[in-house]
């Protein structure tokens, strides 16, 4: 996967509030792990705090901004855009609090010996999803070109038998792809899997080149991938901290993973890849802590448009796609009642669609390659910080070789 240049968070800044990252920049104090500073506490409370904010503006009219001005609809492309914004903030926030000033020895006793290492093997199935959702950008961008070709021959201002039935095998075979899509859900599926990053070897080789050239993981899946399967396993052993380790490090470990699985678990179910039966029951945010309410909130709402999707058969559930399918079966069957000469009302509503679905096509035209992008930014972000992870923890020893 080529590495690209992260723009940025498009969330007001105001939205951000007091990063923790901004206020351990300057800081290299090392302290016990048996006494929890002031600042340690603070750190906590903020990772919390912001996290339910960021995850409180997605779940709130997302027409609307924060300064008031038109926003994204939700599960449009532009929310998912926001979604992966608020991944990288929380990320960034997260490894300020691990490791930022932090004595390696602190994340090397229980209960981080067991967590940091379930987080590590969470990150590298992350990696795979990242790489099926980007390939699977690439069958969504295919779909916008077949939709753009009907457009253009619609647009012309003679339509006579021979440019509708162009224009009609364009769409059909628009929607016999997606069809095929939600069926098999790979773009490549001849290609047979490697891990995304699994090895030492393959760490320190990451860890020896700059961002500049890092190298590609865009490997293909395997046919017997399936994203609803890997979202299980990565959402094993995800418990709830308790009694002294809800107070500690173990806290935001926790957080982060359940970010990190919430986030993976959205995009597939947005986004048509391999296999995704069963997603709207496979992964549940525990309802306890008190920063999970508006993840729960997404949760529930999109476990409720994908219930239905299965039911319909329609293929994932990004806006950009339902209106795209939409209109390209308003279109066909408006198509099949046409007789020539064209009457001027059919030719009215022919033009009223073709308009639409060119918006829909810009709209995709516009989004899908940033969404392409930043989707890939996500990817690196986790192999730097995966890497940042295990250098903090080889001088002490105790990692064990299943996570490298």
């Known amino acids: 996967m080529p590495t690209t240049e992260y723009q940025g968070s498009s969330i007001p800044l105001a939205f951000l509030g007091r990063s923790i990252l901004s206020l351990r920049r300057n800081q290299v104090v090392v302290v016990s792990m048996e006494t929890h500073t002031d600042q340690d506490q603070e750190d906590l409370e903020l990772f919390q705090k912001h996290t339910s904010d960021r995850f409180l503006h997605l779940s709130s009219d997302p027409t609307t901004t924060i300064d ?8 449009s492309i532009g929310w998912l855009r926001n979604l992966l914004d608020v991944f990288l903030c929380c990320e960034a926030e997260f490894k300020a609090v691990l490791i930022l000033g932090r004595d390696p020895s602190h994340i090397s006793k229980p209960p981080l010996d067991r967590l940091i290492p379930e987080l590590l093997d969470r990150a590298v199935k992350a990696l795979d999803v990242c790489n099926a959702i980007t390939n699977s950008i690439e069958s969504i961008l295919h779909w916008q070109k077949l939709a753009s070709i009907a457009v253009s021959v619609l647009e012309q201002s003679f339509l006579g038998e021979g440019q509708l039935r162009r224009a009609k095998k364009a769409l059909n075979s628009l929607l016999t792809s997606m069809m095929i ?7 490549n599926k001849t290609t047979e899997r490697t891990w995304s990053f699994g090895r030492r070897g393959a760490a320190n080789a990451i860890k020896d080149q700059n961002s500049a050239n890092l190298r590609s993981f865009s490997w293909g899946v395997s046919k017997n991938w399936s994203a609803s399967k890997q979202i299980q396993a990565m959402s094993a052993n995800l418990v709830v901290p308790r009694g002294g380790e809800s107070t500690g490090l173990a806290l935001p470990v926790y957080i982060m993973s359940t970010v ?6 959205v995009l597939v179910t947005a986004i048509p890849c391999q296999d995704r039966t069963g997603l709207a029951n496979n992964f549940q945010v525990p309802r306890q802590p008190s920063w999970s309410g508006p993840i729960i909130a997404l949760q529930d709402r999109i476990s409720d448009e994908w219930k239905k999707k299965e039911k319909k058969g329609s293929v994932g559930l990004l806006e950009e796609i339902q209106r795209l399918e939409k209109c390209s079966q308003g279109l066909i069957e408006l198509a099949d ?5 064209v009457e001027a009302e059919q030719a009215e509503e022919i033009k009223a669609r073709t308009i639409e679905l060119g918006e829909i096509c810009r709209k995709m035209e516009d989004g899908l390659v940033p969404l392409q992008r930043q989707v890939r930014e996500v990817f690196h972000r986790i192999v730097r910080s995966r890497s940042e992870v295990l250098d903090l923890l080889e001088p002490t020893g105790k990692f064990s070789s299943s996570i490298l």
Not at 260 to 265: E, G, I, K, Q
Not at 337 to 341: A, Y
């Open 260 to 265: 990190l699985v919430f986030v993976m678990w």
């Open 181 to 187: 899509e939600d069926k098999d859900g790979s773009t």
């Open 68 to 75: 008031g001005g038109a926003g994204d609809n939700f599960l």
């Open 337 to 341: 009642t046409v007789q020539f000469p």
